[in-house]
């Protein structure tokens, strides 16, 4: 890198890039004794009990875009809300180890993302700020609103809509994997808000990502300005704040919090303390501090860039109701190595990741496409094997082709649909350097395909450190589309965050930081572990 572009948060990535001489910093071993408590807790705080969602439509609909009726927020809705986005799908048994898998895909099932909602006063929930507790599907409530913040923070919004917010805790990811733990928070954060988005659409609800705001107005409303309430050792950092409102209206942006926030919450009584996740912390990771404060965001323009436009996707063949769909999702931790995926089923999964205004898992605003998939292709029918390019957005194609290898031939693909721009960069059996280049990870050759998510990586930086995190959360909100499209198919998904950044960018023929791979990701048909038992959540809300 040049000395312009040189920042703390460029540093950090190029840093804790894994090689094939060697591995970003990390614990040399696990101290499982100190393993991070699963939930957050704040202890002595009012709880309400909130409903689950059984039924509902089928998952294709809410992909294809069809609208529901909107629902009026309060612990029923809500609770709808959470139990598909980031509650607990199951609990999972092996002998005398038992642990919570959630609706939200996260690194090692470690789940650094912690959910908040600023409630209006609804049917039965009074206005104030509530942390949700998914390890038993309540709120607790941390402080209540008078009439005149409930006014100043709801009074110009639609009725009906509400605010839920995003943070992330490092040291949970951090005591496994060490320096590189904080990619995976911005992986984990993407992942949740697309499984919100998913969720709020069978609400009838739309998903607003204020982006705009500075992280510093999202701490004080959340609570994590609050130094007292939380161990020093163990911060929790502001990611996203959202707002939620009913689909059928419309909603004017950019919406502000109010400027004297900070005082008006000053003057609240809060209730509760944060738990303790680790006695010790064998192991500490500085790096990743340092970095979160290089990268805080302040107050922003909103972004208005309008996209390629794009046809209705393309229907995918699944009769599964989105709950069940949704509440199945696992990552596999193996592939058969045999099934594959049949052509118009790929050509669907694919088109599902074009980022289209109003569907799930994308905002209602979308910008044109920055990452870009880089497929290794194993067993679909009727396609040859070998590596091919899904721009995801018709403007990054010729860049692309400038910057790739100069001898991948860029043939695009028969009978793919005009507005799905799939091309085949050069025939061959690429399981091994799949495998290979996915930290010798075997699931990334066998299953139907894998790929990489190139990220136009120079060009988003240059607008400010703190776009690093929005970029590697759309990664995640990518992946979430992965996820649940690859159960849509009837197979299964699992993001890869371990590889090789550098040697797939040797592979690609990709030189300096113009494109970056930031995730992994690989579909196919899992083989479950027979030895681990299941068993549903949540007993005592079931009928």
Not at 50 to 70: H, M, N, T, V, Y
Not at 127 to 147: I, S, V
Not at 426 to 432: K, L, T
Request: proline share 7%; aromatic share 8%; glycine share 8%.
């Amino acid at each position: 890198m040049s000395a312009s572009q040189s920042d703390p948060v460029r540093d950090y990535h190029q840093r804790t890039k894994h090689r094939l001489d060697g591995y970003a910093a990390g614990p040399d071993t696990l101290d499982w004794d100190d393993q991070p408590v699963a939930f957050r807790d704040y202890g002595n705080c009012p709880r309400v009990g909130l409903k689950l969602r059984e039924g509902g439509p089928a998952f294709a609909d809410i992909a294809a875009g069809i609208r529901q009726p909107s629902a009026l927020p309060g612990s029923n809705s809500i609770g709808a809300l959470l139990a598909c986005s980031l509650a607990i799908s199951t609990w999972k048994h092996h002998g005398t180890a038992r642990w919570a898998v959630r609706c939200n895909p996260s690194s090692g099932n470690l789940h650094p993302t912690e959910a908040y909602l600023a409630l209006p006063d609804t049917d039965d929930l009074a206005a104030g700020l509530y942390h949700y507790r998914p390890q038993d599907h309540q709120l607790e409530q941390r402080t209540a609103y008078p009439q005149a913040l409930s006014d100043a923070l709801f009074g110009d919004l639609p009725a009906g809509s509400f605010l839920l917010g995003l943070s992330a805790i490092p040291w949970r990811e951090a005591w496994k994997y060490g320096e590189r733990a904080w990619r995976y928070c911005q992986l984990d954060l993407g992942h949740a808000l697309g499984a919100l988005r998913y969720a709020a659409a069978l609400l009838g609800w739309q998903v607003h990502s204020l982006e705009h705001l500075a992280d510093a107005e999202v701490a004080a409303l959340l609570g994590l300005d609050r130094a007292s309430d939380f161990e020093t050792d163990e911060p929790e950092y502001p990611e996203l704040l959202c707002l939620l409102s009913p689909a059928c209206q419309a909603v004017t942006l950019p919406y502000l919090l109010p400027e004297d926030l900070s005082g008006q919450l000053a003057g609240l009584v809060w209730q509760g303390k944060a738990n303790r996740l680790s006695g010790r912390h064998l192991y500490q990771w500085p790096i990743i501090d340092e970095t979160v404060r290089a990268a805080m965001k302040p107050r922003t323009a909103l972004v208005t860039e309008i996209p390629s436009p794009l046809p209705p996707p393309l229907g995918l063949d699944c009769e599964l109701s989105a709950v069940d769909l949704i509440q199945r999702r696992r990552s596999a931790q193996a592939f058969d190595g045999s099934t594959g995926l049949d052509r118009d089923a790929f050509f669907a999964l694919l088109d599902h990741c074009l980022p289209r205004a109003g569907l799930p898992p994308w905002g209602e605003q979308v910008e044109p496409a920055q990452l870009h998939l880089i497929l290794f292709v194993h067993r679909v029918e009727s396609l040859q094997k070998g590596l091919y390019a899904l721009p995801r957005d018709l403007h990054a194609l010729e860049p692309l082709k400038t910057a790739m290898r100069s001898e991948f031939q860029w043939q695009a693909v028969a009978d793919c649909p005009p507005h799905l721009p799939l091309f085949q960069l050069i025939g061959a059996d690429a399981r091994r350097t799949a495998a290979r280049l996915a930290c010798q990870q075997a699931i990334a050759a066998n299953g139907a395909f894998s790929l990489a998510m190139l990220a136009e990586f120079d060009q988003v930086m240059a607008v400010g450190s703190w776009a690093y995190r929005r970029l590697m959360t759309k990664a995640g909100l990518l992946g979430q589309a992965l996820y649940l499209g690859a159960e849509a198919s009837g197979l299964q998904g699992t993001g890869i965050g371990c590889f090789f950044d550098d040697g797939l960018h040797e592979l690609f023929g990709l030189q300096g930081d113009e494109y970056q791979v930031l995730y992994q990701f690989t579909v196919g048909k899992g083989t479950p572990d027979s030895r681990i038992t299941n068993q549903l959540p949540y007993p005592e809300l079931r009928g």
